[in-house]
Protein backbone atom coordinates (compact mmCIF):
# COMPACT_ATOMS: atom_id res chain seq x y z
CA UNK A 1 0.00 0.00 0.00
CA UNK A 2 1.24 3.68 -0.75
CA UNK A 3 2.21 5.47 2.26
CA UNK A 4 1.07 9.35 1.30
CA UNK A 5 2.71 11.71 3.43
CA UNK A 6 2.80 15.44 1.77
CA UNK A 7 3.80 18.70 3.60
CA UNK A 8 0.74 21.15 4.55
CA UNK A 9 1.34 24.59 3.60
CA UNK A 10 4.46 26.59 5.00
CA UNK A 11 4.14 30.20 6.91
CA UNK A 12 6.47 31.78 4.64
CA UNK A 13 4.91 31.24 1.22
CA UNK A 14 1.65 31.68 2.91
CA UNK A 15 3.04 35.34 3.65
CA UNK A 16 4.95 35.59 0.61
CA UNK A 17 1.71 35.24 -1.45
CA UNK A 18 -0.12 37.70 0.39
CA UNK A 19 2.34 40.18 0.02
CA UNK A 20 2.41 39.46 -3.34
CA UNK A 21 -1.48 40.41 -3.66
CA UNK A 22 -1.20 42.97 -1.63
CA UNK A 23 1.46 44.60 -3.62
CA UNK A 24 -0.04 44.19 -6.96
CA UNK A 25 -3.67 45.42 -5.95
CA UNK A 26 -1.97 48.51 -4.73
CA UNK A 27 0.32 49.13 -8.08
CA UNK A 28 -2.88 48.64 -9.56
CA UNK A 29 -4.95 51.32 -7.93
CA UNK A 30 -2.18 54.34 -8.17
CA UNK A 31 -1.47 53.42 -11.85
CA UNK A 32 -3.61 53.99 -14.46
CA UNK A 33 -4.32 56.45 -17.75
CA UNK A 34 -5.37 59.43 -15.49
CA UNK A 35 -2.74 61.08 -13.30
CA UNK A 36 -4.04 61.01 -9.69
CA UNK A 37 -1.76 61.67 -7.00
CA UNK A 38 -0.96 58.24 -5.68
CA UNK A 39 -1.39 59.19 -1.64
CA UNK A 40 -4.77 60.25 -2.23
CA UNK A 41 -5.84 57.17 -4.47
CA UNK A 42 -4.49 55.04 -1.25
CA UNK A 43 -6.64 57.26 1.12
CA UNK A 44 -9.50 57.03 -0.84
CA UNK A 45 -9.15 52.92 -1.25
CA UNK A 46 -9.19 53.09 2.51
CA UNK A 47 -12.10 55.21 2.72
CA UNK A 48 -13.84 52.89 0.92
CA UNK A 49 -12.95 49.74 2.38
CA UNK A 50 -14.21 51.25 6.24
CA UNK A 51 -16.94 52.76 7.92
CA UNK A 52 -14.54 55.73 8.60
CA UNK A 53 -14.58 59.28 7.02
CA UNK A 54 -10.76 60.44 5.54
CA UNK A 55 -10.11 63.45 4.21
CA UNK A 56 -8.02 62.56 1.04
CA UNK A 57 -7.55 65.74 -0.56
CA UNK A 58 -8.94 64.47 -4.37
CA UNK A 59 -11.57 66.05 -6.49
CA UNK A 60 -15.30 64.79 -6.79
CA UNK A 61 -14.69 63.38 -9.91
CA UNK A 62 -11.06 61.78 -8.91
CA UNK A 63 -12.41 60.35 -5.77
CA UNK A 64 -15.39 58.56 -8.50
CA UNK A 65 -12.29 57.16 -10.80
CA UNK A 66 -11.32 55.55 -7.83
CA UNK A 67 -13.89 54.25 -5.71
CA UNK A 68 -16.58 53.32 -8.94
CA UNK A 69 -13.37 52.24 -11.46
CA UNK A 70 -10.31 51.13 -10.28
CA UNK A 71 -11.26 49.91 -6.92
CA UNK A 72 -14.17 47.24 -8.36
CA UNK A 73 -11.57 46.56 -11.19
CA UNK A 74 -8.50 45.77 -9.06
CA UNK A 75 -10.91 43.55 -6.57
CA UNK A 76 -12.87 41.50 -9.04
CA UNK A 77 -9.56 41.14 -11.09
CA UNK A 78 -8.50 39.19 -8.10
CA UNK A 79 -12.03 37.39 -7.47
CA UNK A 80 -11.39 35.79 -10.37
CA UNK A 81 -7.71 35.44 -10.99
CA UNK A 82 -7.81 33.30 -7.48
CA UNK A 83 -10.94 31.47 -9.16
CA UNK A 84 -9.68 30.17 -12.38
CA UNK A 85 -5.86 29.57 -10.50
CA UNK A 86 -7.77 27.62 -7.89
CA UNK A 87 -9.87 25.99 -10.09
CA UNK A 88 -6.93 25.04 -12.31
CA UNK A 89 -4.87 23.56 -9.79
CA UNK A 90 -7.94 21.53 -8.66
CA UNK A 91 -8.53 19.97 -12.04
CA UNK A 92 -4.59 19.24 -12.10
CA UNK A 93 -4.72 17.22 -8.82
CA UNK A 94 -8.41 15.15 -9.81
CA UNK A 95 -6.48 14.24 -13.52
CA UNK A 96 -3.33 14.49 -12.51
CA UNK A 97 -1.96 16.18 -15.33
CA UNK A 98 -0.08 19.31 -15.04
CA UNK A 99 -1.51 20.55 -18.18
CA UNK A 100 -4.99 20.66 -17.43
CA UNK A 101 -6.46 23.92 -16.76
CA UNK A 102 -10.27 25.04 -15.82
CA UNK A 103 -11.33 24.69 -19.49
CA UNK A 104 -10.36 20.93 -19.58
CA UNK A 105 -14.10 19.80 -19.77
CA UNK A 106 -15.54 21.90 -21.95
CA UNK A 107 -16.43 25.11 -19.67
CA UNK A 108 -14.72 27.47 -22.08
CA UNK A 109 -16.87 26.23 -25.00
CA UNK A 110 -20.24 25.80 -22.79
CA UNK A 111 -19.63 29.23 -21.78
CA UNK A 112 -19.29 30.84 -25.05
CA UNK A 113 -22.11 29.12 -26.87
CA UNK A 114 -24.69 30.18 -23.98
CA UNK A 115 -22.94 33.43 -24.15
CA UNK A 116 -23.44 33.80 -27.90
CA UNK A 117 -26.88 32.48 -27.54
CA UNK A 118 -27.42 35.93 -25.30
CA UNK A 119 -25.60 38.10 -28.12
CA UNK A 120 -27.80 37.60 -31.21
CA UNK A 121 -30.97 37.21 -29.41
CA UNK A 122 -29.97 40.56 -28.16
CA UNK A 123 -30.54 39.71 -24.77
CA UNK A 124 -27.94 41.36 -22.92
CA UNK A 125 -24.45 43.29 -23.38
CA UNK A 126 -22.15 41.61 -20.37
CA UNK A 127 -22.71 44.14 -18.31
CA UNK A 128 -24.83 45.13 -14.82
CA UNK A 129 -25.86 42.26 -12.26
CA UNK A 130 -27.24 38.67 -14.03
CA UNK A 131 -27.37 40.17 -17.42
CA UNK A 132 -28.09 37.66 -19.85
CA UNK A 133 -25.21 37.27 -21.46
CA UNK A 134 -23.59 36.22 -17.62
CA UNK A 135 -26.28 33.76 -16.85
CA UNK A 136 -25.88 32.43 -20.56
CA UNK A 137 -22.36 31.98 -19.82
CA UNK A 138 -22.76 30.55 -16.65
CA UNK A 139 -25.17 28.03 -17.28
CA UNK A 140 -23.97 26.98 -20.69
CA UNK A 141 -20.29 25.98 -19.09
CA UNK A 142 -22.38 24.03 -16.04
CA UNK A 143 -24.55 22.60 -18.86
CA UNK A 144 -20.76 21.64 -20.81
CA UNK A 145 -19.64 19.83 -18.08
CA UNK A 146 -22.98 18.03 -17.20
CA UNK A 147 -23.15 16.63 -20.77
CA UNK A 148 -19.48 15.61 -20.42
CA UNK A 149 -19.52 13.63 -17.55
CA UNK A 150 -22.56 11.87 -19.12
CA UNK A 151 -20.95 11.15 -21.63
CA UNK A 152 -17.83 9.83 -20.11
CA UNK A 153 -20.02 7.91 -17.14
CA UNK A 154 -21.74 5.99 -20.02
CA UNK A 155 -18.13 4.92 -21.57
CA UNK A 156 -16.72 4.13 -18.68
CA UNK A 157 -18.83 3.45 -15.63
CA UNK A 158 -15.23 3.84 -12.92
CA UNK A 159 -15.43 7.47 -14.44
CA UNK A 160 -12.00 7.24 -15.27
CA UNK A 161 -9.79 10.55 -15.95
CA UNK A 162 -8.66 9.22 -19.11
CA UNK A 163 -12.67 9.12 -20.37
CA UNK A 164 -14.01 12.57 -19.08
CA UNK A 165 -10.93 14.72 -20.55
CA UNK A 166 -11.88 12.53 -24.05
CA UNK A 167 -15.48 13.34 -23.45
CA UNK A 168 -14.83 16.92 -22.78
CA UNK A 169 -13.05 16.77 -25.96
CA UNK A 170 -15.93 15.87 -27.35
CA UNK A 171 -18.24 18.18 -26.15
CA UNK A 172 -16.14 20.97 -26.60
CA UNK A 173 -16.01 20.86 -30.26
CA UNK A 174 -20.20 19.72 -30.76
CA UNK A 175 -20.36 23.52 -28.86
CA UNK A 176 -17.84 24.95 -30.61
CA UNK A 177 -19.57 23.81 -34.23
CA UNK A 178 -22.70 25.15 -32.94
CA UNK A 179 -21.17 28.63 -31.94
CA UNK A 180 -19.33 28.97 -34.96
CA UNK A 181 -22.61 28.47 -37.00
CA UNK A 182 -24.23 31.23 -34.85
CA UNK A 183 -21.80 33.55 -35.16
CA UNK A 184 -21.70 33.31 -39.23
CA UNK A 185 -25.41 33.41 -39.22
CA UNK A 186 -25.28 36.99 -36.71
CA UNK A 187 -22.27 38.74 -38.27
CA UNK A 188 -23.15 42.06 -37.17
CA UNK A 189 -22.83 40.59 -33.66
CA UNK A 190 -19.10 39.10 -34.64
CA UNK A 191 -17.28 41.73 -32.95
CA UNK A 192 -19.15 42.19 -29.34
CA UNK A 193 -18.70 38.46 -29.36
CA UNK A 194 -15.16 37.83 -29.97
CA UNK A 195 -14.04 40.66 -27.56
CA UNK A 196 -16.04 39.01 -24.99
CA UNK A 197 -14.21 35.85 -25.71
CA UNK A 198 -10.96 37.59 -25.03
CA UNK A 199 -11.71 38.48 -21.57
CA UNK A 200 -11.84 41.77 -19.99
CA UNK A 201 -12.56 43.18 -16.19
CA UNK A 202 -14.43 46.14 -17.04
CA UNK A 203 -17.19 46.80 -14.60
CA UNK A 204 -20.34 48.74 -14.00
CA UNK A 205 -19.48 49.00 -10.35
CA UNK A 206 -19.46 46.79 -7.18
CA UNK A 207 -22.43 44.77 -9.04
CA UNK A 208 -19.97 41.96 -10.87
CA UNK A 209 -17.68 41.79 -7.64
CA UNK A 210 -20.98 41.59 -5.41
CA UNK A 211 -22.22 38.67 -8.00
CA UNK A 212 -19.14 36.51 -8.35
CA UNK A 213 -17.28 36.69 -4.71
CA UNK A 214 -19.71 34.54 -2.32
CA UNK A 215 -19.83 31.60 -4.57
CA UNK A 216 -16.19 32.36 -4.97
CA UNK A 217 -15.38 32.55 -1.46
CA UNK A 218 -17.35 29.26 -0.56
CA UNK A 219 -16.27 26.86 -3.51
CA UNK A 220 -12.25 28.13 -2.64
CA UNK A 221 -12.92 27.34 0.60
CA UNK A 222 -14.38 23.85 -0.40
CA UNK A 223 -11.05 23.27 -2.54
CA UNK A 224 -8.34 24.45 -0.07
CA UNK A 225 -10.51 21.97 2.81
CA UNK A 226 -9.68 19.69 -0.20
CA UNK A 227 -6.16 19.59 -0.07
CA UNK A 228 -5.29 16.35 1.27
CA UNK A 229 -7.76 14.29 -0.52
CA UNK A 230 -6.22 15.42 -3.68
CA UNK A 231 -2.72 14.36 -2.04
CA UNK A 232 -4.51 11.03 -1.58
CA UNK A 233 -5.81 11.04 -5.31
CA UNK A 234 -2.43 11.96 -6.73
CA UNK A 235 -0.87 8.34 -6.05
CA UNK A 236 -3.36 7.05 -9.04
CA UNK A 237 -6.87 5.64 -8.63
CA UNK A 238 -6.56 1.91 -7.45
CA UNK A 239 -4.21 2.94 -4.64
CA UNK A 240 -6.58 5.97 -3.41
CA UNK A 241 -8.89 3.18 -3.75
CA UNK A 242 -7.03 1.25 -1.64
CA UNK A 243 -6.53 3.87 0.78
CA UNK A 244 -10.65 4.00 1.40
CA UNK A 245 -11.39 6.67 -0.68
CA UNK A 246 -14.24 6.58 -3.03
CA UNK A 247 -12.23 7.77 -6.32
CA UNK A 248 -15.45 8.14 -8.39
CA UNK A 249 -17.33 10.02 -6.01
CA UNK A 250 -14.61 12.39 -4.55
CA UNK A 251 -13.96 13.28 -8.31
CA UNK A 252 -17.54 14.06 -9.20
CA UNK A 253 -17.68 16.33 -6.16
CA UNK A 254 -14.08 18.15 -6.96
CA UNK A 255 -15.17 18.55 -10.67
CA UNK A 256 -18.95 20.04 -9.60
CA UNK A 257 -16.96 22.38 -7.41
CA UNK A 258 -14.69 23.61 -9.51
CA UNK A 259 -16.55 24.11 -12.48
CA UNK A 260 -19.16 26.17 -10.55
CA UNK A 261 -15.67 27.93 -9.64
CA UNK A 262 -14.97 28.35 -13.01
CA UNK A 263 -18.37 29.17 -14.69
CA UNK A 264 -18.45 31.80 -12.12
CA UNK A 265 -15.17 33.53 -13.11
CA UNK A 266 -16.37 32.70 -17.03
CA UNK A 267 -19.85 34.98 -16.57
CA UNK A 268 -18.45 37.94 -15.04
CA UNK A 269 -15.05 38.25 -17.45
CA UNK A 270 -15.27 36.34 -20.46
CA UNK A 271 -12.59 33.41 -21.27
CA UNK A 272 -8.68 34.28 -19.60
CA UNK A 273 -6.79 31.94 -20.52
CA UNK A 274 -3.36 30.35 -19.16
CA UNK A 275 -3.93 32.24 -15.46
CA UNK A 276 -5.46 28.50 -14.79
CA UNK A 277 -2.54 26.37 -16.10
CA UNK A 278 0.78 28.83 -15.33
CA UNK A 279 0.03 30.03 -11.78
CA UNK A 280 -1.11 25.97 -10.33
CA UNK A 281 2.18 24.83 -12.44
CA UNK A 282 4.57 27.70 -11.08
CA UNK A 283 3.43 27.12 -7.57
CA UNK A 284 4.24 23.54 -8.15
CA UNK A 285 7.61 24.40 -8.94
CA UNK A 286 8.30 26.44 -6.21
CA UNK A 287 6.39 25.23 -3.49
CA UNK A 288 6.20 21.42 -3.46
CA UNK A 289 3.57 19.30 -4.55
CA UNK A 290 1.28 18.89 -1.40
CA UNK A 291 -2.58 20.55 -2.93
CA UNK A 292 -2.84 21.78 0.57
CA UNK A 293 -0.17 23.98 -0.85
CA UNK A 294 -0.77 24.16 -4.04
CA UNK A 295 -4.46 25.31 -3.84
CA UNK A 296 -4.49 28.13 -1.56
CA UNK A 297 -1.26 29.61 -3.18
CA UNK A 298 -2.41 29.17 -6.43
CA UNK A 299 -5.58 31.14 -5.50
CA UNK A 300 -3.10 33.97 -4.01
CA UNK A 301 -0.49 34.10 -6.55
CA UNK A 302 -3.53 33.66 -9.46
CA UNK A 303 -5.26 36.73 -7.78
CA UNK A 304 -1.94 39.12 -7.89
CA UNK A 305 -0.81 37.73 -11.70
CA UNK A 306 -4.72 38.41 -13.06
CA UNK A 307 -4.48 42.18 -11.30
CA UNK A 308 -1.22 42.83 -13.13
CA UNK A 309 -2.46 41.65 -16.42
CA UNK A 310 -5.41 43.62 -16.14
CA UNK A 311 -3.03 46.65 -15.02
CA UNK A 312 -0.90 45.96 -18.59
CA UNK A 313 -4.04 45.45 -20.64
CA UNK A 314 -5.26 48.74 -19.44
CA UNK A 315 -1.89 50.88 -19.67
CA UNK A 316 0.04 49.82 -22.26
CA UNK A 317 -1.69 51.17 -25.89
CA UNK A 318 -3.54 54.31 -23.52
CA UNK A 319 -6.21 55.49 -24.16
CA UNK A 320 -6.73 52.03 -25.86
CA UNK A 321 -7.38 49.13 -23.90
CA UNK A 322 -6.25 45.67 -24.68
CA UNK A 323 -8.03 42.37 -23.68
CA UNK A 324 -6.94 40.85 -20.63
CA UNK A 325 -6.54 37.53 -22.30
CA UNK A 326 -4.80 39.02 -25.15
CA UNK A 327 -1.96 40.08 -22.24
CA UNK A 328 -2.23 36.75 -20.36
CA UNK A 329 -1.35 34.62 -23.92
CA UNK A 330 1.13 36.88 -24.68
CA UNK A 331 2.93 37.19 -21.07
CA UNK A 332 1.78 33.63 -20.27
CA UNK A 333 3.44 31.47 -23.25
CA UNK A 334 6.74 32.52 -23.23
CA UNK A 335 6.83 32.19 -19.38
CA UNK A 336 5.48 28.73 -19.54
CA UNK A 337 8.03 27.58 -21.50
CA UNK A 338 10.40 29.22 -19.51
CA UNK A 339 9.28 27.28 -16.12
CA UNK A 340 9.45 23.83 -18.38
CA UNK A 341 12.87 24.73 -19.28
CA UNK A 342 13.63 25.73 -15.67
CA UNK A 343 11.94 22.36 -14.46
CA UNK A 344 13.83 19.99 -16.97
CA UNK A 345 17.27 21.77 -15.78
Known amino acids: MTNVHCAGLRPVWAA ?114 FDAVQVGAFVGALSSVAITWGVGVLGDRSRSATSLILAGVAVASFFTAVQTYLQQQNTDDIRQIYVWFL ?43 MLGLSVGRTRLALVVVASLLTATAVAVSGLIAFVGLIVPHTVRLIAGTSYRSIVPLSALVG ?43
Not at 40 to 59: F, H
Not at 99 to 112: E, H, I, R, S
Not at 307 to 327: F, H, K, N, Q, S
Open 199 to 241: GGLTTSGWDEVGQAVIPTLICLAVLVISGRTLDVMAVGDDEAS
Open 16 to 129: SAAVFVVATAVVALVVGPTDIDRSGVLLTAIDALGPWSIDTGLSETQTSIVSNLRLPRVALGLVVGAALASAGATFQGVFRNPLADPYLLGVAAGGGLGATLAFVNGWGDGQGV
Open 303 to 345: AGFLVLCDLAARTLLTPAELPIGVVTAFFGAPFFIVILRTANR
